[in-house]
């Protein structure tokens, strides 16, 4: 992250503790994700230690600690997607890319995350990658999904 890009969004706040996390908010707005060197200008500027502040956004899933993936795999763990098989695509997905949840393949191209649910439980399991919710998601089917997605690459 640039020092310009969090000392723009710094300028916006007075410095007091609770600023913090709307300050979190707009510097991964800003940027993506919260660098180290952003919690460590963040730090400076509200006098409050580089801990605190890793431990307030650890504490949020909203908050990232690297870049985010080109594109966005969200795998759906909720009572209906867990039931009809979402573990197995998970497990699927993650040997495939080679990553676990919370993490970017290593060219950048993917991120995987997992959710309590999408709010589509009817069509269970689904997985959601970018805007489009991919339903009743079977092994064969996200490994179809997935090729599609790797060709366009």
Not at 7 to 19: W, Y
Not at 77 to 86: E, I, N, S
Not at 114 to 133: E, F, N, Q, R, S
């Amino acid at each position: 992250m640039e020092n310009g890009s969090v000392s723009a969004v710094l300028k916006n706040f007075s410095g007091g503790r609770d600023d913090l996390i709307p300050i979190l908010q707009d510097v991964q707005n800003t940027e993506g994700y919260l660098s180290e060197d952003s919690i460590r200008l963040i730090s400076r500027k509200l006098k409050i230690s580089e801990n605190y502040i890793f431990g307030v956004a650890t504490f949020y899933a909203q908050f990232r600690f690297h870049p985010p993936g080109e594109h966005s795999i969200h795998i759906c763990l909720g009572t209906a997607c867990h039931v009809k098989g979402g573990e197995q695509i998970s497990s699927y997905i993650e040997h495939r890319l080679g990553i676990s949840k919370g993490e970017t393949t290593s060219d950048g191209k993917f991120e995987l995350n997992h959710v309590a649910c999408l709010g589509c439980c009817a069509l269970a399991p689904v997985v959601k990658i970018d805007d489009t919710i991919h339903s009743q998601m079977s092994v064969l089917k996200i490994r179809k999904v997935m090729d599609e997605h790797y060709e366009s690459e």
